[in-house]
Nanobody, 119 residues
Framework: QVQLVESGGGLVQAGGSLRLSCAASGGTFRTYVMGWFRQAPGKEREFVASITWSSGNTNYGDSVKGRFTISRDSAKNTVDLQMNSLKPEDTAIYYC????????????WGQGTQVTVSS
């Protein structure tokens, strides 16, 4: 059973930076794709970024391109999201997610971590 635990959320001023981390356990992640999603109050869950564990290929949502960077550390089984130039509209609960293959559904989720960006 894959377990995902996020950390690193908090309160930051607009223009600032924050780094989220997701610790993954309970699986062999060679074929996995890891991702970050977010959900703001009253809004639908939004794709933020993903990374293929084996190749390191990345994808980003349009709203975060050029500001956020996803990375993984195979030795530590962690996936980080570096968030720069934060905006108030980035305020949301951020969730780590995983899927076993590129064309699978996202089926494992962390509990989420709150990110609040003040103006």
């Amino acid at each position: 059973q894959v377990q995902l635990v996020e950390s690193g959320g908090g309160l930051v001023q607009a223009g600032g930076s924050l780094r989220l981390s997701c610790a993954a356990s309970g699986g062999t992640f060679r074929t996995y794709v890891m991702g970050w999603f977010r959900q703001a109050p009253g809004k639908e869950r939004e794709f933020v970024a993903s990374i293929t564990w084996s190749s390191g290929n990345t994808n980003y949502g349009d709203s975060v391109k050029g500001r956020f960077t996803i990375s993984r550390d195979s030795a530590k089984n962690t996936v980080d999201l570096q968030m720069n130039s934060l905006k108030p509209e980035d305020t949301a609960i951020y969730y780590c997610a995983s899927k076993r293959f590129v064309f699978s559904n996202w089926d494992q989720w962390g509990q989420g971590t709150q990110v609040t960006v003040s103006s």
